[in-house]
């Protein structure tokens, strides 16, 4: 995947990613390419719903 490797090249500090597909249980919080993305670096990544976007999860109090 490009975006990990680019962040090791550069040595960013931080990734920041639009997320809005849900698909499978690896995409269920948030999304499948930013779950591929925290998996293969060490460095923080901020993964950002759209506006709108309603929680699948809920608590039941």
Do not use: C, W, Y
Request: glycine share 8%; proline share 5%.
């Amino acid at each position: 995947m490009l975006i990990p490797k680019l962040a090791v090249r550069h040595k960013i500090d931080l990734i920041v990613m639009g997320t809005a597909s849900r698909t499978g249980i690896s995409g269920f919080l948030i999304g499948n390419t930013a779950e591929n993305v925290l998996r293969q670096v060490n460095i923080s990544v901020l993964a950002v719903k759209p506006e709108g976007f309603v929680s699948p999860v809920r608590l039941d109090t």
